[in-house]
């Protein structure tokens, strides 16, 4: 087998798991690189917890860099990819980048457009920023409040409403209701009772990734703690003044998080690749018919489960991780003249904390919920976090987080010179 350049574009769960995969399977004669708009892996799960001020944000990422041996890492966008001339190009590259084998793991990108307004007055929660930027709204939320005497606007300023039911949508709900039910005696203009969470899911009932059992349980002890749900409840848009409702009803909230829509990468989008459903359509084998030596997997691939009747396989990052091992193994029995494999993977299960030490978790088809979900959910994210600096980070914010009063500091990025604004 000759020296191949294998290129992968994307540096999510499922393009790190490639790269890895590879460096231990491909000769030392092959080259791999590994093309990322940003220099890091972001750990999802964490977002949420970055958002309600429990995790800093630099703590729910881990350098590319630190995570390979021998790929060569190059943070940029790319601007072009030439399928004929096997050449790639980036914005504000010297030259071409050159490849026998390329990867394509971009993932998708937010849908901002998704409702009218969403995207002027919504805050969506994919990246560390955007977490950061929520935890900033949050917090510069309760300082205006404290200014406020009109009770009407004080009372929109401490409403968060989250659009999406899902376990993303859960999750950062839990968060905002954890720090406001612990930072709330910070702030002597306001009350417990003055701070308001509003969860909307326009399906019957929240995460519909679980059981009916889990997803009704937590329910149930979201309800309890004070968070608003409101299932069956689809937003009709986004305003300045709050989010529109199906009956018309205006939801007064002075953030509106979005954890829902998602579109095409602009990259996927451009390249005349077969698509399914917005995604590239790829083989049994994660190969993209037609266009020999070009493999993609991750959300910007429709994937197909052997073990789940060849359905597409779910946006999560255990299906990423094993597709990118999968993915690299593969590539490697084609390059040696070998028989490739179709992708089968039965997922180990579904976790999502819903606050305040509790969690729901199923795994392996054992299902868990309270205190012992919540053990269960540090624990296994615990395990997946890239890296040891970053696990040890983790569980000592976590134990730092529980002993300590919550971090009321609003992290501003405002450089020297340019006007302080709360917003």
Partial sequence: MK?????IIGGGFGG???????????????????????????????????AGAAVLPGHAVAPLRQMVRRTRVLMGEVEQVDLEGREIRCFGGDGPIEFDQLVLAPGRAANVDLLPGMAEHALPLKTPGDALHVRNRLIGNLERAEFEDDADRCHRLTTFAVIGGGASGV??????????????RYYQGTSAEDFRVVLLHDGPRILPELSEELGRYAERKMRARGIEIRTGCAARSVSAAGVELPDGEILRAGTVISTVGTRPHPLVEHMALPMEGGKIRVAADLAVPGHPGVWALGDCASIPNRLDGDRPCPPTAQFADRQGRWLADNLVARLRGGSTRPFAFEPLGQLASIGHHTAVAELHGWRFSGFVGWLLWRGVYLMKMPTLARKVRVFGEWNWNMLFPPDVARLSLRRTGEPAELD
């Fill in 16 to 50: 790190i798991a490639a790269a890895r995969r590879l460096e231990k399977r491909l000769p030392d004669h092959g080259s791999i690189t590994l093309i990322s708009a940003e220099n890091h892996i972001t750990y999802s799960p964490l977002l949420a917890e970055v």
């Fill in 3 to 7: 020296g191949q350049r294998i290129v």
């Fill in 171 to 184: 999750e950062v709900a839990g968060a905002i209701h954890d720090f406001l039910d612990r930072a709330h």
